[in-house]
């Protein structure tokens, strides 16, 4: 029998492919390897948790540790991997019963990323959180409730929650004011959910705009869109550091302009990196970004080592290079392909177009391709348009402005992206932009593209139409 299938991480991609490994070849031993607790969750849904749209932490698991063991593999959760031996084909762990050697046939590093907060100095006092992971949620939400609430029973009471730190939050006075550092995807769905709670929400941002990845069209109608909510944007304004009381809690934060706000509790989270530091020393190549360089079939250049997930990056449908956009598709889809793999049928892992989507309050944005200074940099003369209008016929009830921006190289009329952003269903409307990034398709071809029409779904000529007629019109 052949060595095992050694995967560390048990999160989306770890997972994936475990599964997948031991569905096509059912003798194939398959070791998973996660240093905490909890596995196969959605980062995604933790901001819905601390407002309390998603009822208990359970809800947000795809896989338990029982459903995982169902599908016979060794699922060895506490289990911390500290290093590679590429040459002897083995994996040092240290677990719960010391540390041993793992021998390993194949190997899939699926050690996702990490929410920076460096270098803000003070991001970890008491009542500062970076939103990642399942007890950081657990946390906040405790936090926010009164103390007479029995904060465990709140959140679900899983048996590998952080007990203590949920309990001792859950005893504190809930905060009155929030501070969120940095206004990406979290720092708004944060927003909405802190002010759902009865907050006063601050958002700083140091750029000039929120939701950098999403282009100027679409920050503006949500800075719009969050003052109207009532949040406080700071823009331009970069946090020097969070300042505690005599308990180490977060009680003011500062910015390098020497203004202040006193705040009782702190969201932190400035990018994300991804998780390579495992792979020091052991030959495996990283790309440009950091995060692993993987082939189309997510191997590593070092013979049976794969990557894939938060930690590896992946080919950019458009520019045809190496990117790393860290998303929950991109992940279980590389990792189902490298399981069916290493399981003797190869499957490309595919490409990313960083399709994304995100909702703050009634807002909703998405986001597919390359928007101008990227298409720039990846040797295209962008040109774009940015258009406004209606959701639905303009007779039919709910119509809404919707924003939409198309971006074609010039001289090919080649789409390169877009994005969108409305009231009114506008997020899912981006997949029509992805679907023609994928199919290579140009701007005129998607103007003539037979999209359907009734007044309660679409105008006439639908908001990405739209915006391909003006721009096709100005190539």
């Known amino acids: 029998m052949s060595a095992p299938f050694v995967v560390v991480g048990g999160d989306a991609a770890g997972l994936s ?20 607790q909890w596995v196969s969750y959605a980062h995604c849904g933790e901001p819905y948790f601390v407002k309390g749209e998603v009822d208990t932490l359970a ?3 795809s896989l338990t540790p029982e459903d995982v063991a169902e599908r016979d593999i060794d699922l060895r959760r506490g289990h911390e991997v500290t290093g590679v031996d590429t040459d002897a084909q083995t994996v040092t762990v240290d677990g719960p019963d010391g540390t041993f050697e793992q021998p390993y046939g194949d190997l899939l590093v699926a050690t996702g990323g990490r929410a920076v907060t460096a270098p803000i100095e003070g991001a970890d006092l008491g009542g500062t959180f970076p939103v990642h992971g ?19 029973a709140d959140v679900g009471g899983e048996a590998f929650v952080d007990r203590e730190r949920v309990e001792r939050y859950g005893a504190m006075t809930p905060p009155e004011t929030a501070a969120i550092v940095g206004g990406g995807y979290v720092g708004v769905e944060m927003a909405e959910a802190l002010a759902d709670w009865g907050l006063d929400v601050h958002v700083f941002q140091r750029s000039a705009h929120v939701l950098g990845p999403f282009g100027e069209a679409v920050a503006e109608v949500v800075e719009d869109h969050l003052r109207e909510q009532g949040v406080t ?45 495992l792979l020091s020393g052991t030959g495996v190549e990283l790309g440009e970004s950091g995060a692993v360089a993987v082939d189309e079939y997510g191997r590593t250049n070092v013979e049976g080592v794969y990557a894939a997930g938060d930690c590896a990056e992946d080919t950019h449908t458009v520019s045809g290079e190496q990117a790393w956009v860290p998303l929950g598709l991109t992940a279980n889809r590389a990792g189902r392909a490298i399981g069916q793999t290493v399981a003797g049928d190869p499957e490309p892992v595919g490409h990313i177009a960083g399709t994304a989507v995100v909702k703050t309050f009634e807002m909703e944005c998405g986001r597919s391709g390359l928007l101008p200074e990227e298409a720039s940099d990846a040797g295209f003369e962008p040109v774009s348009e940015t258009i406004e209008t209606r ?38 409307r981006i997949d029509t932009v992805a679907t023609a990034l994928e199919a290579d398709m140009t701007v005129g071809e998607l103007e003539r593209t037979d999209l359907a029409y009734a007044p309660p779904f679409s105008p006439v000529w639908d908001p990405i139409l739209v915006a391909a007629k003006v721009l096709n019109g100005r190539l």
């Open 17 to 36: 492919a475990a599964s997948k490994c031991k569905r096509e070849d059912p003798d194939r031993d398959v070791v998973v390897f996660e240093k905490g």
């Open 391 to 428: 959701s639905r016929s303009g007779y039919y009830p709910g119509a809404a402005e919707t924003t939409v921006t198309l971006v074609a190289d010039e001289g090919t009329g080649k789409l390169l992206g877009g994005t969108i952003a409305g009231t009114d269903r506008a997020a899912v």
């Open 233 to 277: 944007l700071h823009l331009n304004e970069e946090v020097a550091r969070l300042r505690g009381d005599e308990e180490g809690r977060v009680e003011s934060l500062e910015c390098y302009d020497g203004s202040e706000l006193d705040v009782g509790l702190a969201i932190v989270g400035v990018g994300i990196r991804p998780n390579t530091e």
């Open 59 to 61: 809800d947000l698991l």
């Open 134 to 152: 399942l007890d950081d949620a657990a946390a906040i939400r405790a936090y926010l409730l009164d103390p007479d609430v029995d904060a465990l």
